[in-house]
């Protein structure tokens, strides 16, 4: 089973700041790597597909980049409305592993 | 613009077995995609439970699968999770999801969830 590490466990910043977010792997999985984002109470939103590409209708602010065992989610100019929690996944072998979340929190 | 919609018992009784279903509207569950079922306890992160194809090939988390069936009505529409002997760890929100991608790799569609307590 691949372990997806994420880090930090909490990011504190201010509106306007420029988020950057990791997803480790423990083994390669190529560039099947997503990205959610979770408000409180509210189901888990989909931002970035296959490491690189936005869902639709999620913000430009919003990109993925990385392959292999090491991804990152940016998040470029904060909005108030971004700061939630966020998951990387992935899925090996038919088999589905999140990370454990960053929380995004205001500073 | 398709919707999954989760639903049974709020509450479930340690030792028994929990049942929900998930109704898929708008979307023939018979035309492709995996669909599965993720869960998180409170306060807690996701987790996977398991996913299937509409031809039957079913997956599940090695945590849970001694426990775990999933199974698909396609006369209804509707996606089905049974969870058996269950304690009060598997007390959670459950989620079913549609998985599209070329390898099915990404969830797309989620349900809004729904509260499944385990307490006698």
């Known amino acids: 089973e691949i372990v997806l590490t994420q880090s930090p466990a909490t990011l504190s910043l201010s509106p306007g700041e420029r988020a950057t977010l990791s997803c480790r792997a423990s083994?390669?999985?190529?560039?099947?790597l997503a990205w959610y984002q979770q408000k409180p109470g509210q189901t888990p939103r989909l931002l970035i597909y296959?490491?690189?590409n936005r869902a639709t209708g999620i913000p430009a602010r919003f990109s993925g980049s990385g392959s292999g065992t090491d991804f990152t989610l940016t998040i470029t100019s904060l909005e108030p409305e971004d700061f939630a929690v966020y998951y990387c996944?992935?899925?090996?072998?038919?088999?589905?592993?999140f990370g454990q979340g960053t929380r995004l929190e205001i500073k | 613009q398709v919707q999954l919609q989760e639903s049974g018992p709020g509450l479930v009784k340690p030792s028994e077995t929990l049942s929900l279903t998930c109704t898929v509207s708008?979307?023939?569950?018979?035309?492709?995609?995996?669909w599965g079922w993720i869960r998180q306890p409170p306060g807690k992160g996701l987790e996977w439970i398991g996913s299937l194809y509409h031809s039957g090939n079913t997956y599940y988390n090695p945590s849970l699968t001694s426990r775990v069936t999933i199974s698909l009505d396609t006369s209804k529409n509707q996606l089905s999770l049974k969870l058996s002997s269950v304690t009060a760890a598997d007390t959670a929100v459950y989620y079913c999801a549609r998985a599209r991608g070329a390898a099915y790799n990404y969830m797309d569609v989620w349900g809004k969830g729904t509260t499944v307590t385990v307490s006698s």
């Open positions: 296959d490491a690189s």
């Open positions: 708008d979307y023939s569950i018979n035309s492709g995609y995996y």
């Open positions: 083994q390669s999985v190529s560039s099947y």
């Open positions: 996944q992935q899925r090996s072998n038919w088999l589905y592993t």
